[in-house]
């Protein structure tokens, strides 16, 4: 295991956000992992994608997540790398990877050629020791893959085809050997979700949503096709847990995440709308009255669907920490399908977050919340060359270590190793000798003396752009 990327652990204890009178839920930190990634110039680092989860038969979490190296594997709480097993990496900028879960195996898909190309499967039966990859499923012009689901209950795989024409019917009832057994031809499709022999296909540039029946998989029936009336990109489609509706997204600049009632096909409706302040989503799960949401910039975002003429967010969280202001940036996945309530984000700047959605009091008067103990602030500027500021605040007095990494977890310097008093906290950071890229900074503070960890701890991204 990659000792670099368990230096970047991070596992914060005691940190909670809290968020306006109206909202009666909020997003607990439980921790974050980093695995490298590509930096290509200014802010711009790809190589983390999707993600997914797994709970072994023992009740463990595993959070899973497609990296630049592969697919890997992280037990939860403790965010503990378990195992990486490689995958394809040529011929695709943003390392598109997307993981589903049948019994007690993963598969992923990959838009890359390379190792371990075609559908990838992996044995989940060996946890907590390792992931004993299985081989990759190849159909013939069919290496790549944007994106697929797996219909759990009925054991069968729809996988989008590597040139967007529709999307493959895969048999996984001997789950070591699918066998393809029929293809659909949609057009343009971009993603699918598929429960219970029912298929939902977003049909990308064609604007349009279709759903199919796949009862009987010789004779593939379509129900109906609409199309948004938005014009957007028909990014990704999720169903409702009762079927009557269905949440889709658009991945288009100022185009809502839209909720639709399909209890009548032949009078499909808008019910409700939303949209965060990044005014782009990328993709949405719903699990039971809430959809769980990737907003790319806007971080993870869960809204309140139990009245769909008026969607409501009841708690988010912001798991980018760069200075973008493009489109392409932070949260990719959002995955709530846990037992045990922790929820799974991936950015593309190759973060693993996890956190937890609580029920906090309402009515709180936001003048009488107190600060956190210690805070770690946004170095300033950012992008920097060659100096900038790292500040941090402390409501008592604390042993603290600040240290700077490289990007791929290597102790670059020191800069606080002492006890420090209560206040606020400056200090400059000159990085003339270094070269261009992305580099963190990590505050531990607490009792640190004896050489522990401590009770805090905390790391930013920062770029040097020279």
């Not at 697929?148 to 050997?177: H, K, M, W």
């Amino acid at each position: 295991m990659n000792k670099k990327i368990i230096l970047t652990f991070l596992f914060l204890l005691t940190a909670f956000s809290f968020y306006p009178q109206e909202l009666n839920y909020e997003l607990e930190l439980v921790g974050r992992v980093w695995f490298p990634g590509v930096y290509h110039g200014g802010n711009d680092t790809t190589g983390t994608s999707d993600c997914w989860g797994y709970t072994a038969p023992d009740g463990t979490e595993y959070a899973i997540i497609g990296v630049l190296e592969g697919i890997a594997f992280v037990r939860i709480p403790d965010l503990t790398p378990v195992d990486v097993i490689p995958g394809p990496k040529n011929n695709d900028y943003y390392y598109h990877r997307d993981i589903k879960t049948y019994k007690n195996y993963a598969y992923a898909v990959a838009e890359m050629t390379g190792e371990n190309q075609g559908l990838m499967i992996m044995d989940l039966q060996y946890l907590p020791d390792s992931v004993h990859f299985v081989k990759s499923y190849e159909y013939p012009n069919n290496a790549r893959s944007h994106n697929f689901s797996i219909d759990t209950a009925r054991g069968f795989a729809y996988i989008c085809t590597q040139n967007y024409s529709g999307f493959r019917v895969v048999d996984l009832n001997d789950p070591e050997n699918p066998v393809d057994t029929n293809f659909v031809s949609t057009g343009n499709i971009h993603d699918v979700y598929a429960r219970n022999d029912t298929v939902y296909v977003a049909e990308g540039y064609n604007s349009s949503y279709s759903i199919y029946d796949l009862s009987d998989k010789s004779n593939p029936l379509l129900l109906k096709r609409w199309s948004t009336p938005t014009g957007g990109y028909a990014h990704n489609i999720w169903a409702s847990d009762d079927g009557k509706f269905v949440m889709t997204t658009e991945e288009t600049k100022f185009r809502t995440v839209k909720y639709w009632d399909i209890s009548d096909l032949d009078n499909i409706q808008i019910r409700g709308e939303y949209l965060a302040d990044n005014y782009i989503a990328h993709n949405t799960h719903i699990k039971g009255n809430f959809a769980y949401i990737s907003h790319y910039r806007a971080g993870v975002r869960i809204v309140d669907l139990s009245n769909p003429d008026s969607l409501k967010e009841v708690a988010a969280y912001s798991t980018y920490g760069g200075a973008a202001t493009g489109n392409f940036y932070g949260n990719w996945g959002a995955y709530p399908f846990t037992n045990d309530g922790y929820i799974y984000g991936s950015d593309l700047e190759g973060w693993l977050t996890v956190v937890k959605l609580i029920k906090s009091p309402t009515g709180i008067d936001d003048d009488n919340i107190l600060p956190g103990t210690i805070s770690l602030k946004q170095n300033y500027p950012n992008p920097f060359n060659p100096s900038t500021t790292i500040s941090y605040s402390i409501s008592e007095i604390s042993f603290i270590r600040l240290k700077i990494y490289n990007s791929i977890g290597e102790e670059i310097v020191s800069l606080v190793n002492e006890v420090k008093d209560a206040g606020e906290h400056t200090i400059n950071f000159n990085a003339a000798n270094l070269s261009s890229g992305i580099y963190y900074y990590r505050l531990l503070a607490g009792n640190l003396s004896a050489g522990s960890e401590g009770i805090y701890t905390e790391t930013r991204q920062m770029i040097l752009l020279k």
